[in-house]
């Protein structure tokens, strides 16, 4: 059921949030919805628009070549390098020298890589290491995992109120795919979840994220287009509250003006979501992986403006060469919590360190 509101205003100010409160006090007098809230049931006319945003994503020409397993070309993508090291038996400078290039390309970044390769170096000179290959291979696929530590890497809920996960990223990374897929998964797991559609810069975003809504059968909340976000997410929780519902994810825009702009407003989705009954406890920065080290700097300017709490990576099923998960894991105090395996509404995955790594470690 898609709940729109009916009028075009909401100036990206915190007065706002008076009106958002008269809403809140609607709800009671109006069963439950505010007054100048309506409620559209998808049309024909809507659902052909939505077939028509379904046949461009089934689009084989838009889609990523041929899968290779759940982790694409990361499945393995040290395999080749790695057993023409053990074919070479003994580890030597050259070795060396070409498992950091097998790195390097697999996209783990100068960083990350350094750290590994002077860790393998110490444990060399100390003899704690052999010095034939295959040691240095097992020897290697430990430290990858060493990494990951032991992050916390669930989804959190809050005790009392309504729950908010916001989704933030640069434009196309993967943010509204990742909120159908998390709506599907949420609701197969009991909980009633509402989406915001946050991202009122782009026409067809709404459009988007309602056949998301359709396809879990959840309800979504929209303004009108240019509208203020932080508005949409503040009736999307009241929305939820009275319906008793447990959970409402927040989409954003990948794109405004200038990336300053994007930045205070995310600030500001936050802070007024984080207001009762709604509580913040994901900002789930999601990054594209076939971007590579790019995805590390967007991480930083996010986690630095709206205080990331861990990451969605899409696109692994792709031509992703996968060691941007070391470097983001390396150089990022950000755990890694779910990946992007695909298109499909079942395409999402807990990170697993353990399994991520034996496929990187895959022969
Ligand atoms: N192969 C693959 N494609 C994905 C994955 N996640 C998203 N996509 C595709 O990436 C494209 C962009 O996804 P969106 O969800 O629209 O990205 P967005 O971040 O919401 O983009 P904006 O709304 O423009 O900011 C779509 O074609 C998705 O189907 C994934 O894990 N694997
Ligand atoms: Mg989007």
Not at 176 to 201: C, M, N, P, Q, Y
């Amino acid at each position: 059921m898609l709940f729109r509101r009916a009028a075009a205003k909401n100036t990206a100010d915190e007065a706002d949030l008076d009106e958002a409160n008269a809403d809140e006090q609607d709800l009671d007098e109006h069963g439950g919805l505010p007054a100048d809230l309506e409620i559209d049931h998808l049309d024909e006319d809507q659902i052909a628009d939505d077939q028509t945003y379904e046949e461009q994503v089934n689009d084989p020409s838009q889609k990523v070549p041929a899968r290779s397993g759940r982790f694409g070309r990361s499945r393995g993508f040290l395999s080749s390098p790695l057993s023409a090291l053990r074919r070479g038996g003994r580890v030597d400078e050259r070795t060396l020298d070409e498992l950091e290039e097998a790195l390097l390309l697999a996209d783990v970044g100068i960083s990350t890589t350094n750290f590994l390769l002077t860790d393998v170096r110490a444990k060399l000179r100390s003899k704690e290491l052999g010095g034939d290959a295959t040691s240095l291979v097992a020897y290697l696929e430990g430290a990858v995992l060493g990494l990951f530590g032991d992050d916390d890497r669930e989804l959190h809920y809050a005790d009392v109120g309504t729950t908010v996960w916001l989704f933030v990223g640069v434009n196309g990374v993967g943010k509204t795919t990742s909120i159908g897929k998390l709506a599907h998964r949420e609701t197969a797991a009991g909980r009633r979840v509402v989406l915001a559609a946050g991202d009122t810069f782009r026409a067809a975003a709404g459009e988007q994220l309602a056949l998301w809504a359709q396809r879990s059968n959840v309800d979504i909340v929209q303004g009108a287009d240019g509208a203020d976000p932080s508005s949409v997410l503040f009736d999307a929780i009241a929305h939820a509250h009275a319906r008793g519902a447990d959970l409402v994810l927040g989409d954003s825009a990948g794109r405004l003006h200038n990336k300053a702009n994007l930045m205070e407003e995310l600030k500001k989705v936050r802070r007024v979501a984080d207001r009762e009954p709604g509580h913040v406890t994901e900002v789930l920065l999601v990054l594209d992986a076939t971007t590579g080290q790019n995805g590390l700097a967007q991480a930083r300017e996010f986690a630095q403006a709206v205080g990331v709490t861990g990451i969605i990576l899409t696109k692994l099923d792709g031509t992703a060469k996968g060691g941007i998960v070391l470097a983001i894991q390396h150089e990022m105090d950000l755990p890694i919590k779910l990946v992007g395996l695909g298109e499909g509404i079942d395409d999402l995955a807990t990170f697993d360190p353990s399994e991520f790594t034996s496929a990187l470690f895959a022969s």
